[in-house]
């Protein structure tokens, strides 16, 4: 094992966006049990030290391959297109509307039903981007446009966190009355 492969080389797959997550999941146990510092500490603390190097490097890893919007991000990334979503928000007008209109949707929102609906609404918008990064990504290799797609889902991502926190504190006030 080598500290500098990328996440997808230390993971034994193939560098592309769709995978699957069992055997992310599976490797990583494989992993780190492989890198456990228990297992060293007969070596001792040097050894020790570098298992805990490791541990945390495929702890990292495993956090972004398993999230397909890190997963999504690190690839744009390792292909020269990082995201840079803190400093370049431009997003295509279309999708900008939307956003505006899911806001005022969710600031006009008085019930659950209301509120289920519009998470009805993100969910199949980020399925939607999802395989559009898929496409973007894995078909044809365009990193530049999935780059767009990976900031679209980030801003799908924070409103969908929204409308769940919003919905909880429905649920806590009606469960409270």
Request: some cysteine; charged content about 25%.
């Amino acid at each position: 094992m080598n500290l500098q492969s990328s996440d997808f080389e230390l993971f034994g797959l193939a560098p592309q966006f769709v995978q699957d997550r069992a055997a992310i999941d599976a490797r990583w146990k494989d992993l780190q049990r492989e890198a456990h510092p228990d297992k060293f500490a007969a070596q001792g603390a040097a050894a020790q030290r570098l298992a805990m190097q490791w541990s945390v490097r495929i702890n990292e890893a495993y956090q972004r391959l398993k999230d397909p919007l890190k997963r999504a991000a690190y690839l744009c990334e390792l292909n020269a297109a990082p995201v840079n979503a803190e400093n370049n928000t431009a997003m295509p007008t279309e999708f900008l509307m939307q956003q505006m209109a899911w806001r005022e949707a969710l600031d006009e929102a008085h019930s659950a039903a209301e509120l289920e609906d519009l998470a009805a609404q993100v969910i199949a918008a980020r399925r939607e981007a999802l395989q559009r990064c898929g496409q973007l990504l894995d078909q044809q290799q365009d990193y530049r446009q999935a780059v767009q797609q990976v900031r679209a889902l980030m801003f799908i991502e924070r409103f969908a966190n929204d409308v769940e926190a919003r919905l909880d504190r429905m649920d806590t006030a009606d469960r409270g009355q």
